[in-house]
């Protein structure tokens, strides 16, 4: 199983991007999907959540800015990414965590995309 993010890049601050996560399985596979972001010198953390029933879940700083969203028939899972701040900058990781019955409950992560978020 892979997960490949795309999507990231140089933006302003107050600008945009969307992040997407392509999956070489079913997204379905999955019992949680998510993002997590590591900026330098900082610890990973979780950004946001979705679950296998459509459960979202927000760090507090992008709630309002940023949406976790899936397409189930592209296999594929996004994060909506608005008013973009610098501190947002880091390393953006797709993570998903694996049905036990589907395709074992292990963890799987993508390569990365950086986003940097400059005037």
């Known amino acids: 199983v892979q997960l490949v993010e795309s999507g990231g890049g140089l933006v302003q601050p107050g600008g945009s991007l969307r992040l997407s996560c392509a999956a070489s399985?079913?997204?379905?596979?999955?019992?949680?999907m998510g993002w997590f972001r590591e900026a330098p010198g900082k610890q990973r953390e979780l950004v946001a959540t979705?679950?296998?029933?459509?459960?979202?879940n927000y760090v507090d700083s992008v709630k309002g800015r940023f949406t976790i969203s899936r397409d189930n028939a592209k296999n594929t899972m996004f994060l909506q990414m608005s008013s973009l701040k610098p501190e947002d900058t880091a390393v953006y990781y797709c993570?998903?965590?694996?049905?036990?019955?589907?395709?074992?409950?292990?963890?799987?992560w993508g390569q990365g995309t950086q986003v940097t978020v400059s005037s």
């Open positions: 399985r079913s997204i379905l596979s999955f019992n949680l």
């Open positions: 979705l679950t296998s029933g459509g459960s979202t």
């Open positions: 993570y998903g965590l694996g049905n036990p019955t589907i395709i074992g409950a292990r963890e799987y």
